[in-house]
């Protein structure tokens, strides 16, 4: 029988290629459910493609439209928070796809877990803002927490069981994106054209901005942290340019495990997919010989300041990470609408986490209140 999967994003770019893997190993998994934003035009085409039972689309406004475009189309179509909710809860499905972008993904991927459902995670935000609550309930549960980030899945890979004792740090490797080389008096005036131009990775908008600022690589440290129960000290980020070596953990007896291959996230995503098993793709393969060199360095944090914001974040625990993922996310979306400059994206977080009064997280509401104060003030900040 195929495994039963839903995916929570699957018009973004880690859903797209999540389809993909399904439909190169139809005898191996079905589509329940899929739940998209607002792309109502790809969501349809999917829906056709893979026929799930139930689909959601988070833009309540287009939900209609979306009905009358599939007709007599036999899927259950829901809409809003809610629907993500119901696409996520789904029975008899197995795995749940976490791919919404930002922390828009907590609500629905809580609501799986919840369920007892195993969990292929790439929406990062889910660990970093609510990590601890949410690796309480995983182990509740006994629900497998299977990532999907590429770095993240390398780490998975190496450490491939080993307990914590042994364990000496993880090293996450970083491309270090577009301005890896860029003079920092230039900063000012990076544009959105250059800045949504990553040099290895095809992402959607937002992960590729955090790209260019390491935000996303602060981002995994969090992740990393309540993944492998791993403190910030023994949490390492090296610059690699190359995108080859995945990430690495070293042991206590100074070995050092790494994961390589070209940068495809279909790799990471078909072994969350099959996890425990490997199964074959029709992807090219890593050849070293042309590779020829692979160059590691430190990273710059008086350049990309999001870096060391988030390791700070990690430190003080509580509603912080909460907040940093928040700042980060309107101050984002102000850069792409041009509303602020590059440099204006680590200046609001800054702002925002020297005004927040962490407090200790106990429920979800928590979080949800967090979020929402720093995203009022952080809009505030990008209006001035």
């Not at 920092?184 to 949504?196: C, G, M, P, S, V």
């Not at 992402?203 to 992740?223: F, Q, R, W």
């Not at 279909?266 to 098993?277: F, K």
Request: with cysteine; charged share 25%.
């Amino acid at each position: 029988m195929p495994k039963k999967i839903a995916i929570l994003g699957s018009t973004g770019s880690i859903g797209v290629n999540t389809l993909d893997i399904v439909r190169n190993s139809k005898n191996r998994f079905k589509v329940s459910g899929l739940a998209a934003g607002g792309n109502i035009a790809l969501l349809e085409k999917q829906i056709r493609e893979f026929k799930p039972k139930y689909a959601a689309l988070f833009d309540e406004k287009k939900t209609s439209l979306l009905k009358k475009r599939l007709g007599r189309l036999k899927v259950e179509i829901f809409s809003g928070i809610e629907g993500l909710i119901k696409v996520a809860s789904i029975p008899d499905t197995k795995m749940v796809v976490s791919a919404i972008v930002g922390a828009a993904g907590l609500i629905p991927t809580f609501a799986a877990l919840k369920c007892g459902k195993d969990i292929a995670l790439a929406n990062k935000e889910t660990l970093v803002i609510a990590g601890e609550l949410f690796m309480k309930h995983s182990r509740k549960k006994r629900v497998r927490i299977i990532p999907v980030d590429s770095e993240h899945s390398a780490i998975f890979q190496c450490i491939n069981g080993t307990t914590n004792r042994k364990i000496k740090k993880i090293i996450l490797t970083a491309s270090g994106g577009p301005f890896l080389t860029y003079p920092a008096k230039q900063f000012e005036k990076i544009t959105t054209r250059k800045a949504l131009n990553h040099p290895n990775w095809n992402m959607g908008p937002k992960i590729t901005i955090d790209s260019a600022t390491l935000m996303n690589k602060g981002l995994e440290v969090i992740e990393a942290h309540w993944l492998f129960g791993i403190d910030e000290n023994r949490i390492d980020v090296v610059i690699h340019p190359e995108s080859i070596v995945h990430s690495m953990v070293e042991f206590i007896d100074t070995s050092i495990i790494a994961q390589m291959g070209l940068p495809d996230m279909r790799v990471p995503i078909n072994y969350a997919l099959n996890y425990p098993e490997r199964v074959s793709t029709n992807l090219p393969t890593l050849n070293l010989t042309k590779t020829k060199t692979l160059t590691f360095s430190e990273p710059d944090y008086k350049k990309f300041p999001c870096l060391e914001y988030a390791f700070h974040a990690l430190r003080i625990g509580r509603t912080m990470p909460a907040v940093l993922n928040a700042a980060n996310e309107v101050a984002v979306q102000a850069f792409l609408s041009g509303s602020i400059s590059f440099t204006g994206i680590p200046k609001i977080i800054k702002k925002l986490m020297r005004k927040h009064q962490p407090k200790k997280v106990m429920k979800i509401s928590d979080i949800m209140q967090a979020d929402l104060w720093a995203r009022v003030e952080a809009k505030k900040l990008c209006e001035r």
